[in-house]
């Protein structure tokens, strides 16, 4: 059965057939072995296609060709003897077949060398003009004439392929062969450099003729035919020819404009300038450039425009920091991103400049000494934070390394400061102070939110400090007072504190300052069955003889409370409220015993010998007071040593005592002015007058206040050489040997959330606890658990 | 047979009195016992230094201390029978010209054999502790410390430092009051690293030195070799 062209082809051809032809086609060969008959005949229509293409060729003589190559590879097979094996036939195809191969080769050949004699005449981009019409032409004409051949390509090409033969290409790879090997070779050169210069026209602002440099590409991709299997291809040719002279040019391009503009510019508009190309150097690929070039184009660029300048840049960093720049800075990290390691040093600069402004922040501030006010202190650390916080979020896309970097600086100076220089416990202190401030009531009022605010505030701070313990201990000590002497400002703040800081240290962190919240809810209903309990005992006489009051039982163990060191007798009125109570108390509780704290007592006394329009002024007192005032139930006047003995008040806490109400003109001293001494005696001021009716004499004294902080600093270092020994122990309870470096690393790392422990502090609770016979030196380094 | 010897000593300690070496010695302690009737198995001072003093050892000789190792002196002065008896038997000397021998014999080798010295060195803290206690005061330790730590003894010094005076110095200055065993045994360690390495090369922060040595390496570097420590320096 005679093959059939394929129909699309035949669509084609008719679709033309209109248009006579030029030159009438040679007679048809009439022998089926004639080759060169056969040639002649095949040679007007490979002409026509190559050169005359839209004028098609009719139906008939389409048909006539595509028989001609049928018969002519056929025709030894009819011709031949019947006897002949199938092998010899295949041979006999093959031999006639190569004929008509080759001549087909011979004829690409010479209408490339015409082609090419014609090419070297022109340049540039007439070059390129010519260049893609006649690959246009000449593949165009291939893909035509791989379907007229393609009774060669499917029985003699392909048994030449199938026996191995690498130099014979089915005949559209054999037009791109040809191609290669007699024009591409001699011509790339001139090509490339009519692409490259069309594309620095380009980068130079010019419009171009973008599709000549894409067909260019799509026609060295073509030629990529792959040497080990022609029906493959690859992007070698193109890698080779295009690529690697397009990223070089590109390369010396940007090196040379960078160069200039920096010569004659500043580093900030290159950062535009560099933004700008790299921009447009994208949005070319796809423009007309194979997507493959993305990435090497990129590097190259970014090598050229960014990583040779880098060191300018991470120069210009420290300006732009100091000056805020954070638009530039943003642009810098962005540029600096895409190189690698480009952005280390920034971020190490950055770190120094943050630790910078802290201590410098901290040393405005500092200048007040120990009265230095713990807000002032707190908002000069936040400020500096709040800014390069933001400054990391904005222009640094909130980067993790950056980040590190500014909690690094700020680590720093939250810790090591000038205001703690002497005592590296001040920070945590005046953090826990500035907490209380926000946390006590205060003439204004503040709004939920504000105080919301504030306290996420002191979280921030809180997130840096490395003596976490003393922090506690003096947040424990504050939060103790506004609990005991009812100054929260809020009982939802408090709260909300508390799981603030548990959420960031821990359960165990807060557990005694739960337990103290807890004290007083118990204390509340404590108080409320004691009243019922009063009722029932006691008749309504008798209950007018105590004294109202209002009890709350701390367990020792949660409250950072220290019984008082003053010896103190208290009033009989008082000892029959007390007792009364603490019967009740132990009715409910057996055992427990019950210490009374009484510096921390407080009660009104009414002073009915003193009235403001009939109404008698009332004192808010401490007990000490109290104590020292009922004396004068008694007594118009009272001396010295009389006070002394009654109240066995020790001179520090009974002068300053005695000192405010005087002060007050509560009671008046005689001789006038004397000093709290022997031989001093007090009289009440039956003329006090006051603008308020309600006094509070209740004054914190300073000097018990600074007692407390210096008690407070003590038992921290206590404190920490019992969690030092008890993680040791801890440790090697588990291990029972353990090399010396490594249990001191170890420890640390169990105690680094609460502070830093230093090694020789350390070493100091091993010597200890070796000493103790906890732990036993083996040999080498190693320590051994002694149970 | 010794086998059998040590074997018929455990079984029936009765047969072992009868040992010849055994017998003499005991006879020979028995001669030195202060007060036999209520102490048989006890020599006391008086009594030690009558028998020091027949063997030609000095009392604050490093030599005493020598003779207080092999016989296991609990105490300073003190000598118990089981010790005198098992001490001497073990080197097989009956004597007490052997005994003075043997003596000086170890004296001569205490800088150069480190077992020996290291025996002396560590027995000397118990000899030298009171009853009951834990700790040395300073005072004894210094004592003890200048006889084990120069010559005939283990001479602490090398030709740049003379490491025991900067010791005994530091320890004044920082008014030490006691040294407890682990200080006593690694003051030793750490006399033997300064005498191979005498630049400290040995010693870093992070090693497992009792503190008192570290602070004493600081106190040298600040002290004594200022300038010479670079860390230092390069913390500021």
């Known amino acids: 059965m005679a093959p059939q062209p394929r129909p699309d082809i035949v669509t084609n051809a008719l679709a033309t057939m209109q248009k006579a032809a030029a030159v009438p086609p040679p007679p048809m060969p009439t022998s089926k072995d004639d080759i060169n008959g056969t040639w002649r005949f095949l040679e007007w229509g490979v002409d026509r296609i190559m050169f005359s293409l839209k004028e098609g060729v009719d139906l008939r003589t389409y048909m006539s060709l595509y028989t001609s190559i049928h018969n002519f590879c056929t025709a030894q097979k009819a011709a031949g003897p019947t006897t002949n094996t199938l ?158 002279p397009f990223i070089t040019a590109t390369g010396k391009y940007y090196e040379a404009e960078s160069k200039a503009f920096l010569g004659e510019n500043s580093v900030v508009d290159y ?9 447009e150097e994208k949005e070319r690929v796809p423009l007309y450039l194979l997507a493959e070039i993305m990435q090497p184009l990129m590097k190259c660029c970014e090598s050229a425009l960014i990583a040779a300048h880098c060191q300018l840049m991470r120069d210009e960093f420290q300006i732009l920091l100091d000056n805020d720049r954070e638009e530039d800075m943003a642009r810098m990290y962005k540029l600096l991103s895409r190189i690698a390691e480009g ?55 909130g980067e993790s390394e950056f980040v590190r970097s500014l909690d690094n600086a700020c680590r720093e100076y939250v810790n090591r400061n000038k205001v703690c220089q002497k005592n590296s416990a001040r920070s945590p202190e005046l953090l826990a102070k500035h907490a209380d401030n926000v946390l006590k009531r205060s003439t204004k009022a503040t709004e939920e939110d504000d105080m919301e605010k504030m306290l996420n505030q002191v979280m921030t ?67 409320s069955s004691y009243d019922e309990w009063c009722k029932d005992t006691f008749d309504a006489d008798d209950r007018k003889e105590g004294v109202d009051a209002y009890y709350q039982i701390l367990g020792t163990g949660f409250w950072p409370l220290q019984p008082a060191n003053t010896p103190f007798v208290a009033p009989a009125t008082i000892v029959k409220t007390y007792e009364r109570f603490q019967n009740f108390y132990n009715s409910k509780h057996g055992g427990r ?52 003995s009654s109240t066995m008040l020790a001179k520090e806490t009974l002068d300053p005592s005695l000192g405010i109400m005087l002060k007050a003109k509560v009671i008046i001293a005689s001789p006038e002015g004397a000093a709290s001494q022997s031989g001093t005696t007090y009289s009440l001021n039956y003329g006090f007058k006051n603008k308020k009716l309600k006094v509070n004499l209740n004054v914190a004294i300073k000097a018990e206040q600074k007692q407390e902080a210096e008690d407070t600093h003590k038992t921290i270092e206590e404190d920490r050489k019992m969690l030092m020994q008890s993680a040791i122990v801890r440790i090697m309870k588990s291990r029972k040997t353990m090399k010396h470096a490594v249990l001191v690393g170890e420890t640390i790392q169990q105690i680094k959330n609460r502070f830093s422990p230093k090694v020789a502090d350390i070493k100091k609770c091993i010597d200890i606890l070796i000493e103790k016979e906890y732990l036993e030196r083996l040999e080498g380094d190693d320590l051994g658990y002694l149970a | ?43 006391d001072v008086g009594g030690t230094s009558k028998l020091l003093g027949q063997l030609q050892i000095e009392l604050d000789d490093v030599g005493a201390l020598i003779f207080s190792d092999i016989v296991s002196s609990p ?22 010209p052997k005994m003075r021998n043997l003596v000086l014999q170890r004296r001569s080798a205490l800088p150069s054999d480190r077992d020996i010295f290291k025996n002396v060195y560590n027995h000397t803290f118990t000899l030298a502790l009171a009853p009951g206690a834990k700790t040395l005061p300073l005072e004894m330790a210094v004592e003890f410390w200048r006889m084990l730590f120069t010559p005939p003894a283990y001479d602490w010094r090398t030709s740049s430092t003379p490491w025991l005076d900067w010791w005994l110095e530091f320890l ?58 670079g860390e230092a320096m390069e913390v500021e």
């Open chain 1, 461 to 527: 701070v809180f997130k840096y400090i490395e003596d976490k313990d003393v922090f506690q201990k003096f947040y424990s000590r504050t939060l103790a007072k506004r609990l005991v002497n009812g100054t929260s400002a809020s009982g939802d703040a408090e709260t909300s504190m508390i799981s603030k800081l548990k959420d960031a240290s821990g359960f165990e962190y807060t557990n005694k300052l739960q337990r103290m919240f807890q004290d007083m809810q118990t204390s509340k209903d404590l108080n």
């Open chain 1, 343 to 397: 952005l280390d040093p920034l971020r190490t600069r950055f770190e120094a400049h943050v630790r910078r402004a802290g201590h410098l922040a901290v040393e405005k501030v500092a200048e007040a000494g120990d009265n230095l006010d713990p807000k002032a202190y707190v908002d000069a650390l936040l400020e500096v934070h709040t800014q390069y916080s933001g400054l990391v979020q904005t222009a640094f896309t």
């Open chain 1, 271 to 279: 950062m535009k300038k560099a933004e700008r190309r790299l921009d």
């Open chain 1, 593 to 644: 015993k019950l210490t009374w704290l009484w510096h921390l007592c407080k009660g009104e006394i009414r002073a009915n010998y003193a009235k403001m329009n009939k109404v008698p002024y009332t004192f808010q007192v401490s007990t000490y007071q109290m104590a020292i005032l009922l004396l004068f139930n008694d007594s118009d006047t009272v001396t010295y040593d009389d006070i002394a």
């Open chain 2, 1 to 43: 047979n010794a086998s059998a010897a040590v074997n018929a000593f455990f079984n029936n300690p009765s047969t072992a009195a009868a040992n010849p070496l055994r017998k003499s010695l005991n006879s020979t302690f028995d001669k030195y016992r202060d007060d036999p009737r209520n102490e048989p198995d006890n020599i």
């Open chain 2, 172 to 229: 004044q200055a920082k008014k030490t009051k006691a040294v407890n065993k682990d200080l006593w045994k690694q003051t030793l360690s750490f006399a033997e690293q300064t005498m191979r390495d005498d630049s400290l090369g040995f010693w870093n922060e992070e090693s497992s030195w009792p503190s008192v040595i570290d602070e004493f390496v600081e106190w040298i570097e600040k002290e004594k070799r200022p300038g010479r420590g």
């Open chain 1, 87 to 244: 092998h010899s036939t295949h041979r006999g195809a093959h031999l006639l077949g190569e004929e008509l191969y080759h001549r087909l080769n011979t004829y690409l050949k010479q209408h490339l060398a015409g082609v090419h004699a014609e090419m070297v005449k022109h340049s540039d981009e007439a070059l390129l003009t010519y260049y893609i019409e006649q690959w246009n032409r000449y593949t165009t004409a291939g893909t035509y004439n791989n379907h007229l051949f393609r009774y060669l390509n499917r029985h003699w090409v392909k048994r030449e392929m199938d026996e191995g033969k690498k130099d014979i290409f089915d005949i559209y790879t054999l037009h791109l062969v040809r191609w290669k090997e007699d024009m591409f070779g001699s011509t790339q050169n001139a090509v490339m450099d009519a692409v490259l210069r069309l594309v620095e026209k380009q980068r130079n602002g010019e419009t171009i003729e973008q599709s000549k440099v894409k067909q260019v590409v799509d026609s060295f991709v073509a030629l990529g035919i792959d040497e080990s299997d022609s029906t493959k291809t690859n992007l070698d040719v193109y890698r080779q020819y295009f690529e690697r």
């Open chain 2, 75 to 96: 105490s300073l002065g003190k000598i118990t029978r089981e010790g005198f008896v098992d001490g001497w038997a073990e080197v097989n000397i009956d004597s007490l």
